[in-house]
């Protein structure tokens, strides 16, 4: 069964930048295109990039984070990274792996001065 584990939330002040990452197990990872979303509180989770197989060669944004938000993959560590830069306070969520009907724990992701 497939999984998902997030990790390199934090606090940020606007402006800055964080990594984060996400390690899959338990499918074939090299496969399959890879999606982050996110979810404020009080909002429908959205959409945020995704990244194709199996060499990352189409990268999708949402228009939101277009121009600040890079994905990319590591089939050899089977983790796709999120760097965002240029945060703003609406950046403020968990933010998940997903594929398909996997999803991951999330990781919190708060922007505030």
């Known amino acids: 069964q497939g999984q998902f584990v997030e990790s390199g939330g934090g606090l940020v002040q606007p402006g800055g930048s964080l990594r984060l990452s996400c390690v899959a197990s338990?499918?074939?990872?090299?496969?399959?295109?890879i999606n982050w979303y996110r979810q404020a509180p009080g909002k429908e989770r959205e959409f945020v990039a995704s990244?194709?197989?199996?060499?990352?060669?189409?990268?999708r944004y949402a228009d939101n984070v277009k121009g600040r938000f890079t994905i990319s993959r590591d089939n050899a560590k089977t983790t796709v990274y999120l760097q965002m830069d240029s945060l703003i306070p609406d950046d403020t969520a968990v933010y998940y792996c997903?594929?398909?009907?996997?999803w991951g724990r999330g990781t919190q992701v708060t922007v505030s001065s």
């Open positions: 338990g499918f074939s990872f090299s496969s399959y295109t």
């Open positions: 997903n594929l398909r009907s996997i």
């Open positions: 990244i194709t197989a199996p060499n990352g060669t189409t990268k």
